[in-house]
């Protein structure tokens, strides 16, 4: 769907790839965004700095409670007439322990930032656009979300999950023959300071700004699913081919995928 007059909601922002995106949209003619963050400061500095592009709402909003979704979902329908755009990008990453180390508060927190949450902003989306007929869910998974990754099994597991959910309701509504359009995205590492730390062998490690206008390019052109970068399609159809021990090998040695994490340290805490 075109960016052009449309509204968006971005979740998570105030940061990162989330916060570009807010820019970008409002620099290719979007009527307004309206940004989801839990962090305030954040919020406030992203709506100093995008309202010179256009019309910016923020809203502080922990997206990991259905409340609090459901009720700043129907805020911001109120404030701006409808939303035409979802755009999921709230995340969170807690650690580099193997599973051993984690905690459950890890595995809950985890969980419900990364997977569940985008199923509630999704339905409270999904029961207004099909009304509609109209509309279009973006969710920002990762490549984490395609391979198994040591020392973020957590991490990888809520991915997998937001993009089974993601992609299975994409084939819901095709089968209906909805209009309302859903678009999996699914990046390697982004250079945003979550994933400060890492060591990316051969795959060099993304470019933000680069990485935000491709993502709006796909959500642009109604790509069911975007893996950046484009080899990352080709991951599963690699991992049924060969052999375990040599996907492993190739994965985990040749291209040094399973030691990513061995120096992560991640953002500091603001
Ligand atoms: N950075 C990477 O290497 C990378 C790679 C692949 C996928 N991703 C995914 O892309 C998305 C954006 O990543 P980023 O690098 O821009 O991260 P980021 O940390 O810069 O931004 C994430 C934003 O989510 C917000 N957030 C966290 N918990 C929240 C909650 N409970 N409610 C509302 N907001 C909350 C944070 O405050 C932050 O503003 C994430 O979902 C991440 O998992 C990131």
């Known amino acids: 769907m075109k960016l052009q007059n449309k509204n968006i909601l971005i979740t998570g922002g105030a940061s990162g790839i989330g916060r570009i995106m807010g820019r970008l949209a409002l620099e290719k003619g979007a009527s307004a965004i309206a940004i989801w963050d839990i962090n305030e400061q954040n919020l406030s500095a992203t709506k100093e700095a995008h309202s010179r592009y256009g019309k910016v709402l923020t809203y502080k909003v922990d997206v990991s409670s259905s409340e609090m979704v459901f009720a700043t979902y129907k805020q911001v329908c109120e404030d701006l007439g409808r939303v035409d755009i979802v755009i999921q990008c709230a995340g969170i990453v807690t650690s580099n322990h193997t599973f051993d180390e984690n ?134 159809c690699m991992e049924g081919m060969l052999p375990q021990a040599l996907f492993d090998w190739f994965y985990g040695d040749v291209f040094g995928i399973y030691n990513v994490m061995d120096h992560f340290v991640g953002r500091k805490k603001q």
């Open 103 to 236: 905690t459950v508060e890890e595995i809950d927190r985890t969980m419900k930032i990364n997977a569940v949450a985008p199923m509630y902003l999704g339905l409270a989306a999904l029961k207004d656009m099909v009304k509609r007929d109209e509309g279009q869910i973006v969710t920002v998974a990762s490549a984490a979300g395609m391979l198994s990754m040591p020392k973020m099994s957590i991490y990888a597991a809520s991915k997998w999950a937001s993009i089974g959910w993601s992609d299975s309701v994409r084939i819901e509504l095709q089968r209906r023959h909805s209009h309302v359009k859903i678009t999996t995205v699914a990046p390697y590492f982004i250079n945003t300071g979550m994933f400060d730390g890492i060591h990316s062998k051969v795959f060099p490690i993304l470019d933000p700004e680069k990485t935000a206008r491709k993502i709006l390019k796909a959500v642009e052109r109604n790509k069911t699913f975007a893996g950046i970068p484009f080899s990352y399609h080709f991951i599963r």
